[in-house]
């Protein structure tokens, strides 16, 4: 196919667009200001959602959750650490809220079960032991930076190209129709030409579109910060019983924990403070569901910005989690896409979603292969030829079998991201 199409945005959702249009057949260029999932995708919580805390007051992004932790899992589980997660009640109200949590999940298809609390406490005693209530759900981590290298991969591998550290300054129209991009890198500014752009920027898709004179789609800024302490005190991840609100899911990563979220509206994505007296209350909060970190200073504190959809709820916790494929033809603009909203679970549907409304675009009805096995693409690369630093990649290659094998992968996925940036 002749046509061009630029993608805006490195995180999960560019990514899985770009994927897509390139397994279909269409000459795909994705540009990220800085590295991949350098903004809000490489900023979560690291959970790969079951649906669960959603299924109450958010039923549209409950479903999509339900799905996408399926159809990840099984395309992509050497990036998944299937911990299962758990919602406790520490009170009476909170266990009352279990029983319409507990329908909710069943009607939506989440797999939900009951556990005593005495059986729970032995699997997570660092959990308050007044725990009146625990439902058990396939609640996941995922790996984030690994994973989305291996989305990055896999769409070089197709035929798209990639260019990292490029800022997309502005989308150039005329006469009411898209003619491509103003980006800045390395060698400097200079505009390129494309059929089609696709802004999938996240939270900064308002300023871009600010920067070009168009309209920008209702978009909610949220902060979300989290908590890092050293070492792992549970082995799933644990939610309060009760409407999403902050300090309220800890879980474990890696060799450390996440205490998360704190959710707070803003009005400039560039440019925010998180107040420390928000921090303390999102870590007052999940100390009374892990009494342990009562004694315990958090290592760090990090935040990113999500791209809520603006449904007029006026609260970052009431609004949507799900997402909209924003065409500006309704501005009587031809020639752009903007996707608004959505989570990192949902990151491969949305990609999914907006590449097949691109492709039709353009009468393509063959929109590519969908299931893609992301578990081999690494070895895949490996083989390919397309590594940059064969030599780095011989040393990491050589420790196979050794005792620190699994620590290599994210080595292994900065040197594949070093081989994407071109020349």
């Not at 409950?62 to 589980?77: D, G, K, L, Y």
């Not at 992301?374 to 196979?400: A, H, V």
Request: glycine fraction near 10%; charged fraction near 25%; proline fraction near 4%.
């Amino acid at each position: 196919m002749t046509e061009k199409i630029a993608v805006i945005g490195g995180g999960i959702t560019g990514l899985f667009t770009t994927l897509y249009l390139a397994n279909a057949g269409h000459d795909v260029h994705l540009y990220e200001r800085g590295d991949i999932a350098s903004g809000t995708s490489g900023h979560f919580h690291g959970m790969l959602h079951s649906g669960a805390r959603y299924a109450v007051n958010d039923e549209i992004s409950a479903r999509e959750c339900v799905i996408e932790n399926r159809t990840i899992f099984e395309m992509a589980s050497n990036f998944v650490d299937d911990t299962g997660g758990y919602f406790v009640a520490l009170d009476s109200d909170e266990a009352e809220y279990g029983y319409t949590l507990f329908r909710r999940c069943i009607d939506l298809g989440i797999v939900t079960e009951e556990i005593q609390p005495e059986e729970f406490l032995k699997l997570e005693p660092f959990v308050n032991p007044s725990v009146q209530k625990v439902l058990k759900v396939p609640d996941k981590i995922i790996h984030s930076y690994e994973f989305n290298v291996a989305v990055a991969l896999e769409a070089l591998m197709n035929g798209a190209s990639i260019s990292i550290n490029s800022n997309v300054e502005k989308i150039n129209v005329e006469a009411g129709s898209v003619l491509g991009i103003t980006v800045n890198d390395i060698r400097g500014t200079r505009r390129e030409s494309f059929d089609y752009v696709v802004n999938a920027a996240g939270p900064y898709s308002s300023g871009l579109l600010s920067r070009s004179g168009l309209e920008t789609p209702p978009l909610m800024p949220a902060v979300g910060s989290m908590a890092v302490y050293n070492g792992r005190y549970v082995n799933s991840v644990i939610n309060r019983m009760r409407k999403p609100s902050d300090g309220d899911i800890f879980l474990p990563y890696g060799e450390v924990s996440i205490l998360g979220t704190l959710a707070t509206v803003v009005e400039d994505p560039e440019e925010f403070k998180v107040d420390s007296e928000d921090i303390e209350m999102m870590v007052e909060e999940g100390k009374e569901m892990i009494p342990l970190l009562g004694g315990m200073k958090y290592r760090r504190i990090y935040s990113s910005i999500r791209p809520l959809v603006d449904d007029n709820s006026k609260s970052a916790r009431e609004t949507t989690r799900s997402f909209r494929i924003v065409d500006h033809t309704a501005d009587g603009l031809d020639g752009l896409v903007s996707i608004v909203g959505g989570k990192f679970t949902t990151g491969r549907l949305i990609g999914e979603k907006t590449a097949d409304y691109v492709a039709g675009k353009f009468g393509n009805m063959d929109r590519g292969k969908k299931n893609i096995d992301l578990n081999s693409t690494y070895d895949r690369f490996s083989r390919s030829g397309k590594c940059r630093y064969p030599e780095l990649l011989k040393m990491i290659e050589g420790k196979r079998g050794a005792i620190d094998e699994e620590r290599l992968r994210p080595a292994l996925s900065l040197i594949f991201a070093a081989s994407i940036c071109l020349d």
